[in-house]
Nanobody
Framework: VQLQASGGGLVQAGGSLRLSCAASGRTTSNYALGWFRQRPGKEREFVAAISYSGNTAYVVDSLKGRFAISRDNAKNTAYLQMNNLKPEDTAVYYC???????????WGQGTLVTVSS
């Protein structure tokens, strides 16, 4: 499957953004989708994931209450709703797909989110 993240941009602290992850190719298989981010000068980190059915969704504890993940399989798209953004949320956000227990090795281009104070 190929993944394309979009929806990033410049937002003021306290604002919101919704990122989209469009999947193409092997979309008929059962796969989870996840969001990761890489903040300046830091390693890429896991943010959230959602099962193929959408029944199971997980957001890391530090972001719960502000971030939410969802998906629409009819559109082969996952979303990351980000509210009350903070400057420390500034990062390149990536999406990835998981078949079984493994995330894909290849990463898409990502989308840059910049939160100004």
């Amino acid at each position: 499957v190929q993944l394309q993240a979009s929806g990033g941009g410049l937002v003021q602290a306290g604002g919101s953004l919704r990122l989209s992850c469009a999947a193409s190719g092997r979309t008929t298989s059962n796969y989870a989708l996840g969001w990761f981010r890489q903040r300046p000068g830091k390693e890429r980190e896991f943010v959230a994931a959602i099962s193929y059915s959408g029944n199971t969704a997980y957001v890391v504890d530090s972001l719960k209450g502000r971030f939410a993940i969802s998906r629409d399989n009819a559109k082969n798209t996952a979303y990351l709703q980000m509210n009350n953004l903070k400057p420390e949320d500034t990062a390149v956000y990536y999406c990835n797909a998981k078949y079984g227990n493994s995330w894909l090795d290849a990463w898409g281009q990502g989308t840059l989110v910049t939160v100004s104070s």
